[in-house]
C-alpha cells in the first residue's frame, strides 16, 4: 500500500486499486490527458525503464508551476502486480 496526492491537480492515490482524478477547476482541464495518450506514454517510456530506475512521464502547467510527474520502477513493479499497469 502506498499513499500520495497531488493537490494541484488532485490525483489521489491511496493504496493500488483506488486512483482517482478530480478535477478541481477550468485551469486544471487543459492538463488532462486521455486514457489512450496516458497508455501510449507509458509505452513509449517502458523500454527505458529496463535501463533507468525513473523516467520522466510528463509535465503539467498548474497554477503554483510546472509540475514534472516521474513514473518509477518500483511504481510499476507494483502495478504490474496488482494487474493494473495499462489495464483498462
Known sequence: ?????????????SDINNVQLKERSAAVTKNMMSLSD???????IE???????????ST?????G??????????RRKCRKGKVWKSN
Open 66 to 75: 510546472d509540475l514534472t510527474l516521474y513514473i518509477t520502477d518500483r511504481l
Open 1 to 13: 500500500m502506498f499513499r500520495s496526492k497531488i493537490c494541484c491537480n488532485a490525483l489521489i492515490v
Open 60 to 64: 503539467f502547467e498548474t497554477n503554483n
Open 47 to 57: 523500454e527505458n525503464m529496463d535501463q533507468m530506475s525513473i523516467a520522466e512521464f
Open 38 to 44: 496516458v497508455k501510449r506514454r507509458l509505452i513509449a
